[in-house]
């Protein structure tokens, strides 16, 4: 018969009850994995047992002891487990599992009593024995770890000493006070040169005169335990005089109670990458033909200075450009040209070499001598005047004396409120009016001109971003027939809708793009719409059966550019417009100046058919004879002929002249356009004089293209 099996005599019910009492009472103070069926489960078994050895006869009451032993198996080992299960097995036992009436009340009272001292002694002698195989394997398990301790201790301390001894890096151990405790060979080669042993030394004893306080503030720090680490770049003296540079990183080692008790100081040799840096930096900050500073270290002084600077401090500036010296490159070549900026060079430096004075060479023939904190306002005109003495004499290049010449503008000021584009833009400017006035001299700054200057520069800087951004425009200002007040074409005059300024004059800018070249392109862009708009007009009829002309100005520097003939036809083939619709008008000046070869551009577009026009005629003083030599067949009389007419009655010197001018032009085939008609009294004598047509704002002031049809 086994434990499991119930005997016949047994009452199922009652003793599952019973197990189900004893589990709800023992479970909670058991730390077992069982689920509470699985315990209740194993408690019937055990319940089982007790029954059975309750009505054994004889009693026996060793089970007991078998069921302590298996309530401590099955983890039911919390203080309070054992007085629960006895407590469960005095209350419920005999009511549940045995048959009292069989076996009386006093012997199962006191067999009950007996089991449960065999239960209690069981539970004791295994609880006892677990602990105590516990404890064995606790303590097994402990001495292994130790052993793997020392074992990883051991490991790691190799493994530490290896990195120690054989590092490339230098490594030192001082204990909080700074008193070196361990250095590595490493260590001690890059200080090998200091020549005392490092060991029983202090950190503080490689005191560099040039570290920065900083440095030493951060090592208080971590001395004080503040802070865990640090690192700097920093230089140490060796006694042989020579600079080891490290980069320093020093860390702080704390103790188990978490106290400061060691540094670490690990340094990495950067003298040569340093030497490399610094090499690279002058090459970066020098020029390298005169090795003078330049551009960036001289825009890096000057904005340090500007920076720095207290309310009153000045900062002075010479800006000086050699004068001529494109010519000298160009004839005797670069070599010369270079040797010539080298003595060039020496020479203003001998001028600029006390404290405070910096040279720098900032463009090809240009170079600026700055002054921090002039003495006096005078102080940085005199130092003009003495490099334009130590220019005076001349270089000897080869066998070639040459002489130097250059223009110097001279700039001082508080240095509060200035930017170092300022600076050195007033001093350029300045310069140019040293240029200008003659060259060889030196100007001082002003702030009148330099306003004026510094529009100008501001236009001229921004004309080719205003061509590629499409700011010009252009107007159109009919030309009538005098005969019968008929339109007989528009003259363009292009404008720059400017986004700062508004809408310009040509007057503002035409002469800066004329300096600078830009009006090529920007000319054949407007000679491009203009030819563009007259074949409009002629799609749409506009000016009847005769075709609108439109005139076009071009100035001198257009009229030299070698393609004009070639641009011109190529957008008027483009256009679809017949070249007689095109008028080019060239001023008087312009065109006096011109020899043949220049006037020849003109004489085959005006063979083509484009008409010509001589543009404010009368101002040029010109030989009259000379209008024969020309291509034009247009003449436009000035305003300042026509101005006298405009009283009532009109100057009669000025009729007499006018009247002289359109004979002459008709002798000569020339027709006679008249500009700047006010009035009509103006256009009345002007018809009766025989002028051709005429345009001003009589008729209509220059307007969008779209105006022209309705504007006579
Ligand atoms: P311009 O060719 O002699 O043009 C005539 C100028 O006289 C225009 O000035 C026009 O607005 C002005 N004007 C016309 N009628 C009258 C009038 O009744 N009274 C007065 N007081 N003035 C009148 P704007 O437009 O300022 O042009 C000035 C000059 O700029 C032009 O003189 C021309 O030489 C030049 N210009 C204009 N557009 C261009 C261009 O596309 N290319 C070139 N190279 N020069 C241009
Ligand atoms: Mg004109
Ligand atoms: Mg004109």
Same mark, same amino acid.
């Given at each position: ?12 019910d009652g003793l599952r009850r019973f197990a189900t009492i004893w589990c709800r009472a023992v479970y909670p103070a058991t ?16 319940s089982e047992r007790l029954a059975i050895a309750l009505r054994a006869q004889p009693f026996d009451p060793s089970p007991g ?194 106290? /400061? ?335 043949e070869n220049e006037l020849r551009p003109l004489r085959e577009l005006a063979e083509l058919g484009v008409g010509i026009a ?89 307007? /969008? ?8």
């Amino acid at each position: 018969m086994t434990d499991e099996t119930p005997t016949p005599h047994l009452p199922p019910d009652g003793l599952r009850r019973f197990a189900t009492i004893w589990c709800r009472a023992v479970y909670p103070a058991t730390a077992t994995s069982m689920t509470k069926r699985e315990f209740e489960s194993l408690l019937l078994a055990l319940s089982e047992r007790l029954a059975i050895a309750l009505r054994a006869q004889p009693f026996d009451p060793s089970p007991g002891v078998s069921v302590g032993e298996a309530l401590v198996t099955a983890h039911c080992t919390a203080p309070e487990a054992l007085p629960r299960v006895l407590g469960v097995i005095d209350a419920y036992l005999l009511l549940y599992c045995a048959d009292l009436t069989v076996l009386g009340q006093d012997e199962g009272r006191s067999r009950c009593a007996r089991l449960q001292h065999a239960i209690a002694a069981g539970f004791a002698r295994a609880l006892q024995e677990r602990t105590r195989s516990e404890q064995e394997s606790l303590s097994v398990a402990a001495l292994t770890a130790q052993t793997e301790i020392a074992n990883a201790l051991h490991e790691s301390e190799t493994r530490f000493r290896a990195v120690f001894r054989d590092a490339a890096l230098g490594i030192g151990i001082a204990d909080i006070n700074g008193d070196i405790i361990d250095t590595n060979e490493s260590f001690a080669r890059m200080m090998g040169g200091i020549g005392l042993p490092t060991r029983r030394r202090n950190v503080l004893d490689w005191t560099h005169p040039d570290d920065s306080p900083e440095v030493w503030r951060l090592q208080r720090e971590l001395m004080r335990g503040e802070r865990e680490h640090y690192q700097v770049e920093k230089p140490y003296s060796r006694s042989d005089g020579t600079v080891l540079w490290t980069n320093l990183t020093v860390s702080l080692l704390r103790d188990a109670e978490g106290e /400061p008790r060691y540094m670490l100081a690990m340094m990495e040799d950067v003298s040569e990458r340093r030497l490399l840096n610094l090499r690279l930096r002058y090459q970066a900050t020098h020029d390298a033909l005169t090795d003078l500073p330049n551009r960036s270290m001289f825009f890096e002084r000057l904005e340090q200075a500007l920076a720095a600077g207290s309310p009153q401090s000045r900062v002075g500036l010479c800006y000086l450009d050699l004068d001529g010296f494109k010519a000298v490159n160009d004839s005797l070549g670069h070599a010369v040209g270079d040797q010539l900026l080298i003595a060039v060079a020496e020479r203003l430096q001998s001028c600029a070499s006390e404290p405070g004075q910096m040279l720098a060479r900032i463009g090809g023939d240009e170079f600026v001598a700055l002054v921090i904190d002039p003495p006096t306002a005078d102080s940085v005109a005199e130092l003009a005047r003495r490099a334009l003495a130590a220019l005076a004499t001349p270089v000897t290049v080869g066998d070639r004396e040459l002489m130097v010449r250059a223009s110097i503008g001279v700039v001082e000021g508080p240095t509060r409120n200035l930017t170092s584009a300022e600076v050195l833009r007033s001093a350029d400017i300045t310069m140019y009016r040293a240029k200008a006035e003659g060259g060889n001299r030196y100007a001082l700054a002003d702030p009148d001109s330099d306003a004026r200057a510094i529009s100008r520069h501001h236009l001229t800087h921004h004309l080719p971003a205003a061509l590629k951004g499409c700011e010009f425009f252009i107007e159109y200002q009919p030309l009538v027939r005098m005969e019968d007040g008929s339109l007989e074409g528009a003259e363009a005059l292009v404008r720059w809708s400017h986004p700062r300024h508004g809408v310009l004059g040509p007057d503002r800018f035409i002469p800066l793009a004329e300096h600078t070249g830009l009006i090529v392109p920007l000319g054949r862009w407007v000679l491009q719409e203009a030819v563009r708009q007259a074949c409009k007009w002629q799609v749409r009829g506009i000016g009847g059966p005769r075709p609108l002309r439109v005139n076009v100005n071009l100035s001198p520097r257009q009229l030299h550019h070698p393609e004009l003939v070639e641009d011109t036809v190529a957008v008027l083939e483009e256009a679809g417009l017949p070249p007689s619709a095109l008028c080019l008008e060239v001023t008087e000046t312009a065109m006096i100046r011109a020899d043949e070869n220049e006037l020849r551009p003109l004489r085959e577009l005006a063979e083509l058919g484009v008409g010509i026009a001589l543009d404010d005629f009368g101002t040029g003083y010109s030989n009259l004879a000379n209008l024969r030599r020309l291509p034009a067949n247009t003449l436009k009389l000035d305003r300042s002929f026509t101005q006298g007419l405009q009283r009532d009655p009109a100057d009669p010197v000025d009729l007499k002249i006018v009247e002289g001018i359109v004979s002459l032009a008709h002798a000569l085939r020339l027709s006679v356009t008249v500009e700047g008609v006010e009035t009509s009294t103006q256009a009345e004598q002007l018809r009766d004089l025989g002028c051709d047509s005429a345009q001003g704002w009589f008729y209509a002031r220059p307007g /969008p293209p779209e105006r022209l049809p309705e504007a006579v």
